[in-house]
């Protein structure tokens, strides 16, 4: 069974950052989209970022210029560096790949990491 690992979240001050982290639990997957998707309380989930294996990333446009993706490189594993982080930020990110393995074609979902921006 191949799972995603998140690392990162927490409570941080309007203006701050934090950092995520998501990784699958095997390494040998091959990485096809790796990214964040979001959801705050009563609103429906939507993309923060993700990136493809050749290198290319779309965003959600509330994000652009302040979310940073990378990844998934050889450690096979992306990052999600969010700046200027503002309240209406706080919600739980998670973790979502398209990951190839033994020929099988995965679509996999993190547990979430919940980011709070308050003062």
């Known amino acids: 069974q191949v799972q995603l690992m998140e690392s990162g979240g927490g409570l941080v001050q309007p203006g701050g950052s934090l950092r995520l982290s998501c990784t699958p639990s095997?390494?040998?997957?091959?990485?096809?989209?790796i990214g964040w998707y979001r959801q705050a309380p009563g609103k429906a989930r939507e993309l923060v970022a993700e990136v493809n294996d050749a290198g290319n990333t779309r965003s959600g446009d509330s994000m652009k210029g302040r979310f940073t993706i990378s990844g998934p490189g050889a450690e096979n594993t992306a990052f999600l560096q969010m700046d200027s982080l503002q309240p209406e930020d706080t919600a739980v990110y998670y973790c979502?790949?398209?990951?190839?393995?033994?020929?099988?074609?995965?679509?996999?979902w993190g547990q979430g990491a919940l980011v709070t921006v308050s003062s």
């Open positions: 095997v390494s040998t997957v091959r990485i096809g989209v």
């Open positions: 979502h790949a398209w990951v190839t393995r033994m020929s099988q074609y995965l679509e996999l």
